[in-house]
């Protein structure tokens, strides 16, 4: 999946229209945000972090170098799980619903 996919995937995830994209990112027309959603205009590497945080992802996942679009709240949450003793862990999916394996 390109960049540009993947900013409009997540935009639509979100439930944000192009306009209010645009204006998170800093840019006046909605124009700009189509066509950086169809690929015809090249994102500035300045702008990925505006992007990163408006679509509440990183810039890793825009670029392709991440497979899912955690925000750094939900990698803080998953690298805090990974330190606790198994038993928190069990108590953890208990409380998530999740079936110990």
């Known amino acids: 999946m390109e960049i ?3 900013i409009r995937a997540r935009r639509i995830e979100l439930g944000i229209t192009q ?22 205009n090249d994102i500035p590497c300045r702008m990925l972090p505006k992007y990163a945080e408006a679509l509440q992802t990183t810039v890793g996942y825009l670029v392709g170098a991440e497979e899912t679009a955690l925000t750094e709240e939900e990698k803080d949450i998953i690298s805090r799980y990974r330190e606790m003793p198994a038993q928190m862990q069990e108590a953890v999916r208990a409380l998530c619903g999740i079936k110990s394996r």
């Open 4 to 6: 540009y996919e993947r």
């Open 19 to 40: 306009e209010e994209l645009g204006k998170m990112v800093g840019y006046t027309h909605r124009s700009t945000t189509n066509k950086t959603e169809k690929g015809i």
